[in-house]
């Protein structure tokens, strides 16, 4: 459905400093749909803050033009039929099949190649069999496919809870449903209405679904957002997850940098971790644990925070990063335990003891 809801006109291809087309390795290939886009660090496979998250935005028509609108604070180069132009800040430029962008000038370059181009699929195959082409790579790619298809299902969504609204209000009042027009339709609305609008004490407290942005208010009832997960007086926080951006935790969340002791466990390398060392606190200490394999990476994703009556558990789905926490359908497991009396020191529970051997396992330097 996501797919069928915005027609693709072309696609963003990375190229070399050199122009020659294979890829740079550090931009994925970016599909351009008609109507607005967004191009922005996410697109990115090395994290570059010169990029800002809304870098560009693109709005395709159907005869192939694109309008362009710098959104971030630096400037871009348009390369068109020759002539190489400087684009600032909250200026426009309009681009069309085979011009390139510098996103950054002198660096992430990418040319647009409409979809009626022969040669795009030769081209793109190219791309994909290339030296330079990652498992990195291979992974922004489907990461921002996966961003798009979400973005469009979201607004589907939105169309269709509009169009049902309308269609409500604008309903004659005698062809509107009773609820008591035949047996058993009054308890069918009542349950429908759970189902569509539960209320925040129905549901158990340690399940929850994360905050989406985007969609009706109705959808996000008893809806969480990061802020509401770390909160309080947390004097240990050890957050465990694959992808991590500091820059984006800090700012969605400020309470951790009051918390003393920040514990991170991740599976980045490369680039991301350098970048990640240079955006932490100092306090903070960045962990990537050992695989018992040559291959994988380490996607554990739950926080540990210890407060001075307990320690909370939290066990989730989403990667620490804006797309994953405001604009997928994500969900979380969150439990508060108290500090054991000296009456029950002893006892152990099957939890405890899976937890305490996992946590072992990470085999984290004292």
Known sequence: MASASRVRLGTLVPLTKDNAGSSNGSVSSIPIFQGPNVVGRDHLVVVDKRISRKHLSLHASTDGSIEVVVEGPNPIIVRSKGQRRKVCAKETAKIAHGDVLELIPGDYFVKYVDMGDEHVPMHLSDLMKGKRYSEEHGAAVKRIRQIMEDEALA????????????????????????????????????????????????????????????????????????????????????????????????????????????????????????????????????????????????????????????????????????????????????????????????????????????????????
């Not at 069918?188 to 994360?210: I, W």
């Not at 985007?214 to 802020?227: E, F």
């Not at 989730?316 to 335990?337: C, E, P, R």
Request: with cysteine; proline share 6%.
């Open 155 to 366: 607004k589907t969504l939105q169309e269709s809870f509009a169009a049902d609204d309308a269609a409500v209000s604008g309903m004659p009042s005698g062809q509107k449903i009773s609820s008591h027009d035949s047996a058993g339709s009054s308890e069918r609305n009542n349950d429908r209405t759970h189902s569509v609008g539960p209320l925040k004490d129905m549901l158990p407290l340690t399940f929850r679904l994360m905050h989406v942005q985007g969609l009706p208010s109705w959808t996000n009832t008893s809806s969480v957002t990061i802020q509401d997960v770390i909160q309080g007086e947390v004097l240990l926080a050890v957050l465990s997850n694959y992808m991590v951006d500091i820059d984006w935790l800090l700012t969605a969340c400020p309470s951790l940098r009051k918390v003393p002791h920040v514990l991170v466990l991740h599976g980045q390398d490369g680039a991301s971790l350098e970048l990640m060392k240079k955006l932490k606190p100092a306090n903070w200490i960045l962990h990537r644990p050992p695989l018992p394999i040559s291959f994988g990476t380490h996607h554990s994703k739950a926080m540990l925070l210890v407060y001075p009556q307990g320690i909370r558990i939290v066990v989730h789905t989403a990667n620490l990063i804006h797309v994953d926490w405001n604009y997928k359908s994500q969900g979380l497991w969150m439990q508060d335990f108290p500090w054991k009396d000296t009456v029950d020191m002893n006892k152990k529970t099957a939890f405890e003891n899976d937890l305490v051997d996992y946590l072992s396992a990470l085999k984290v330097v004292k």
